[in-house]
């Protein structure tokens, strides 16, 4: 399974029986590509191609509209989230920029990804926990034999962000920021 956010299926063979862990710091692959080809960083931060995960029987899950590969803050022009599944993805719509474009600069950002430098590979075992940003960063597994049972688990942002500005700010300020 290549690195990707979200929930979806590609592969690297792994040791023993397999099922390694990919993880792919996914702000640093993009400013990587920015630095390399601004236009195609461009390109995925202008074009909103659908997403959607439909890999079980029955279930297709879809975000609320179409967002672009690289979301991109308005207000600060900083990175602010990564979508990115080449397997959950739609048709791509035409616009400012035609398909092909969108499909040069998806093959520069995935051969990015594909870099052995930006990866980072590991063996899950028994009880180990790992926690990550499905904002920022990609993940993935390689091939394997036999079972592997995994529970997996999704903090929603807001919430998360909420309880940290509660942990480490009086509520006064917090209140100051929202009201005013």
């Not at 956010?5 to 390694?20: E, F, H, I, R, V």
């Not at 995935?110 to 990550?132: C, T």
């Amino acid at each position: 399974m290549l690195s990707h956010t979200d929930n979806s299926p590609g592969g690297k063979p792994g040791a023993n029986l397999g099922g390694q862990s990919l993880l792919v710091d996914g702000f640093n692959a993009a400013n990587t590509l920015k630095k390399e080809d601004p236009v195609a960083f461009e390109v995925l931060s202008q074009v909103k191609p659908p997403w959607h995960a439909s890999g079980n029987k029955g279930i297709t899950i879809s975000p609320d509209k179409p967002y672009p590969v690289f979301e991109v803050d308005e207000n600060t022009g900083k990175l602010h989230r990564i979508r990115w599944n080449n397997d959950d993805r739609g048709v791509v719509p035409w616009g400012k920029y035609s398909p092909e474009e969108w499909y040069r600069a998806a093959a520069k950002w995935s051969s990015i990804l594909r870099r052995e430098y930006m990866e980072y590979w590991f063996q899950l075992k028994p009880g180990n926990l790992l926690i990550f940003d499905n904002w920022r960063v990609l993940h993935g597994r390689s091939a394997f034999t036999g079972v592997r049972r995994i529970c997996g688990a999704y903090i929603n942002r807001d919430d998360f962000i909420s309880r940290w500005r509660n942990t480490h700010y009086p509520r006064e300020e917090i209140l100051k920021r929202i009201i005013g």
